[in-house]
């Protein structure tokens, strides 16, 4: 149980959630308003997200050993958000069912497994290197922004490495926090929890929708989420068969389709946040981590308004610094055994230039693309 409550754990799944949440709840929204939901119907989203991300992502955790972290999928919303307008939520809820369906599909077939064996352990770091860059990226942009506070988490995180603190990243974190509050930067943060009531939709089947919302759903998902998540568990040397991972996200959006879940998928970048030597040096334990991560996203599934509002609480460049601080040295890993064999360094750097540009072709986002161009 001590592993359970290191704080090394604790503040990894939060930084996880905290990134996730601000970095894309936003779209989520725009994504429901689009489909005409209600502010009840879209607090139910919130709430069928949350939930299923949270319990999905504890068990199946626990179950592995492994840091799995469950996420929607941030391109998918990206995807609804144009799509859905003009379209009745039902039809849409429909278009969901659908692709939660083609997704049970694959882990129950292997499809997804069988895919993702084929990739070299090279091409793997390359695309997750290419994923996290930017993140990396960010630390300056940030530091313009808010010097004082961004350069006191540096000053703290060089200490820590130099240190070789196993509490670093949460030094950091909450340095930056401590910093955003003594110079105002923090929002005021709601004193009561109120809990999300779910609203159910029924259903309705449209063929037009199905194909136009319901596949490409689907197929974004799979391609610009699933394939870096599980190339994220590869790249740390976790060897998590994908199939069953890939079926309880379809278990999980047929579930709560109907109450707007939408989208569930592996998470990439916020479990990377939970992967590294920072959160423990020790592999098997990392888990924990991730059980923190669910443990958040539940509440954020439970409480969803206020949770909302204090992890909008947090300045956006307090976010973007911890985020790219904390992902420095899983970047610096993930390109030393990209590169580390001379007959893969082409195809790998084909992999990381194309995952690191921005910008999506036919709907799908760059870590498809820059896999694809590597192999």
Not at 86 to 102: D, K, Y
Request: proline fraction near 5%; aromatic fraction near 12%.
């Amino acid at each position: 149980m001590s592993d359970l409550f290191s704080l090394r754990h604790l503040a990894a799944g939060f930084v996880a959630i905290l990134v996730g949440y601000t970095s894309s709840a936003a779209i989520v929204f725009q994504a429901a308003q689009a489909g005409g939901a209600t502010p009840e119907q879209l607090a139910s989203w919130m709430w069928a997200l949350g939930l299923g991300l949270g319990v999905g992502g504890i068990a199946l955790s626990l179950y592995f050993r492994a840091p799995i972290i469950l996420a929607w999928s941030t391109p998918g919303a990206a995807l609804l958000v144009t799509s859905l307008p003009g379209i009745p939520l039902p039809e849409a809820i429909g278009a969901f069912l659908l692709s939660s369906a083609l997704i049970l599909l694959c882990g129950l077939t292997g499809w997804f497994d069988k895919i993702v064996n084929w990739v070299p352990q090279s091409l793997a770091c390359a695309l997750l290197a290419g994923v996290l860059l930017r993140f990396g990226l960010a630390i300056f942009p940030a530091f313009e922004e808010q010097h004082g506070m961004v350069a006191g988490m540096l000053v703290v995180y060089v200490w820590g490495r130099l240190r070789k603190s196993t509490y670093t990243i949460p030094l950091t974190f909450l340095t930056g926090t401590a910093i955003a509050v003594y110079q105002g930067l923090m929002n005021d943060l709601p004193l009561t929890l109120e809990l999300t009531s779910p609203v159910w939709t029924t259903p309705a089947f449209s063929l037009s929708t199905l194909i136009g919302v319901g596949v490409p759903l689907f197929i974004v998902t799979m391609a610009s989420q699933n394939v870096p998540g599980i190339a994220v568990l590869r790249a740390h040397g976790y060897r998590t068969p994908a199939s069953p991972v890939i079926t309880a996200t379809g278990v999980t959006g047929m579930l709560m389709a109907g109450f707007g879940g939408f989208a569930y998928n592996f998470a990439a970048i916020t479990a990377a946040l939970c992967m590294g030597d920072d959160v423990n040096r020790s592999p098997d334990k990392r888990y924990w981590a991730a059980v923190w991560a669910g443990f958040f996203y539940l509440l954020a599934g439970l409480f969803g308004a206020t949770v909302a509002a204090w992890f909008s609480a947090f300045p956006a460049s307090l976010v973007a610094a911890i985020a790219g601080i904390a992902l420095l040295g899983t970047v610096a890993n993930s390109l030393v055994t990209a590169f580390e064999k001379p007959g893969e360094r082409e195809a790998a750097i084909v992999t990381f230039i194309v995952t690191a540009s921005s910008g999506s072709f036919l709907s799908l986002a760059t870590p498809f693309w820059g896999l694809l161009a590597g192999l």
